[in-house]
């Protein structure tokens, strides 16, 4: 018997300054505002939080996320999508 194994696209995080963040392995952006963007990852969920934050570029396609604005914190999350945006609109 063969067991097929999903092999889920990667992410990475490269940060200038706290100012500019690029994300690759997006998958969709759940909610962004001047304070935090919530982000679906292949793997998880990503919070990042902080000041004036704004999407720069989006890209579907290319799995990008460029975000631009004082990065306080970042935040894997574990939640399922259910208790995810329980906290998220709590």
């Known amino acids: 018997m063969e ?4 092999i889920k696209p990667q992410h990475n995080v490269t940060m200038e300054n706290r100012s500019k963040t690029i994300i690759t392995g997006v998958q969709e952006v759940l909610s ?4 935090g963007v919530y982000i679906k990852l292949y793997d998880g969920q990503m ?3 902080g000041e004036n934050l704004k999407v720069e570029k989006l890209s579907p396609e290319e799995k990008l ?3 631009s604005g004082l990065v306080n ?3 894997y999350n574990t939640l399922s999508s259910k208790n995810f945006f329980k906290k998220l609109f709590k």
């Open 3 to 6: 067991t097929k194994q999903t």
């Open 32 to 35: 962004a505002t001047q304070g």
């Open 47 to 49: 919070e990042i939080s």
């Open 65 to 67: 996320l460029i975000i």
């Open 73 to 75: 914190s970042i935040k």
